[in-house]
């Protein structure tokens, strides 16, 4: 499958994985930090399970080195929880779940491309080149923003 496929079958998956955030809070009183911790602990042991059985060398890949799966792990402690943490609470508080993934997947997509780039062109021994075609990419971002403006606008 292209990685088209896979974003849009992932968009289509993850719908309730966002819904299910505000309804277990409003029906069951579970907070969206509570949620998060069961949600990713669920995705970790489905994901680590399916490397492990579906490959030979699935617990190398699964732990490459302490060191790396150290930095992995201090990642994810930090940034990306205090990221994950925002965007759950947030789709609880909302008044339209669809809000928050909207701007934080559509913004954040207009600053994970510019810092690909950015990072593809300063420092190309970490990173690979970003293919550009710029006036698509530029009118693409530009709707983007766009729209995350127009939503924080119409929102207040």
Same mark, same amino acid.
């Given at each position: 499958m +292209? %990685? @088209?496929g896979q974003s849009v079958w992932a968009a289509v998956i993850l719908t309730?994985? %966002?819904l299910a955030t505000p309804f277990f809070e409003r029906n069951f009183g579970i907070k969206a930090d509570v949620y998060v911790v069961w949600y990713f602990f669920g995705i970790a042991l489905s994901v680590s399970s399916y490397i492990t059985t579906t490959d030979s060398s699935g617990l190398s890949r699964l732990f490459p080195s302490w060191q790396l799966v150290a930095a992995i792990i201090a990642v #994810? /402690? +930090?940034i990306g929880a205090i990221a994950n943490v925002? =965007? @759950?609470t947030a789709t609880t508080t909302a008044t339209n779940a669809a809000l =928050? *993934? +909207?701007i934080a997947v559509g913004g954040g997509g207009a600053l994970l491309f510019l810092s690909a780039y950015a990072l593809g062109e300063l420092v190309p021994k970490y990173f690979g080149k970003t293919d550009v075609n710029w006036p698509i +990419?530029? #009118? *693409?971002? /530009?709707f983007i923003i766009i729209g995350v403006v127009g939503l924080a606008f119409a929102k207040r």
């Open positions: +292209t %990685w @088209f309730p994985c %966002w #994810g /402690a +930090t925002l =965007v @759950f =928050v *993934s +909207t +990419t530029l #009118g *693409s971002m /530009a």
